[in-house]
């Protein structure tokens, strides 16, 4: 088994772990499904990111381990995590998702940048083990893609 391969299992048991546990007192499932999925978008963000920003030393492995974990993430079927009822206006702080994603054309402006997402993934991780200089301008265009999602749909943190 590949490194990403193992590393993508290894975060797909922890999410699906946190899940189980997250039952009623603890959250809503959903919501911490979706935050997890975002945690880990998050974490190979900041690997590439550092790579990119001349803070982490350029290493090809681990650049096209974390290229590769974004695109496998985007393909991943979210619905189950967007559930009604999930919003900021329905658990308050425990969630940022906004209720537009829940309005008339939410989802399908979510599915058009999710879409964006998923090919700007898959241009990082095609180029990500090209060098340093490769790295920063897709993974410019992955961050458009989630900047785009938060601002439509994300709570702004206070």
Known sequence: MSIS???LFTAAF???AGTALAGGHQGNPAVKARQS???????NLGILGGMARGRVEYNADLAVGAAQNLA???????????????STDDL???TRALPAIWEEGGFAKAVEIGTAMAAAAQNLAAVAGDGQ???????????QSCN?????????RN
Not at 133 to 139: Q, R
Not at 148 to 156: G, L, M, N, T, V
Request: glycine share 10%; hydrophobic share 40%; net charge negative.
């Open 5 to 7: 391969r193992s590393l």
């Open 14 to 16: 922890a999410l699906a």
């Open 37 to 43: 999925h975002m945690q880990l978008y998050q974490h």
């Open 72 to 86: 496998t993430l985007t393909t991943l079927n979210q619905m189950s995590y967007w559930t009604p009822g999930t």
């Open 92 to 94: 308050g702080d425990e």
């Open 133 to 143: 200089a490769a790295i920063g301008p897709a993974l410019g265009a992955v961050g």
């Open 148 to 156: 785009a999602c938060h601002e439509a749909f994300q709570q702004p």
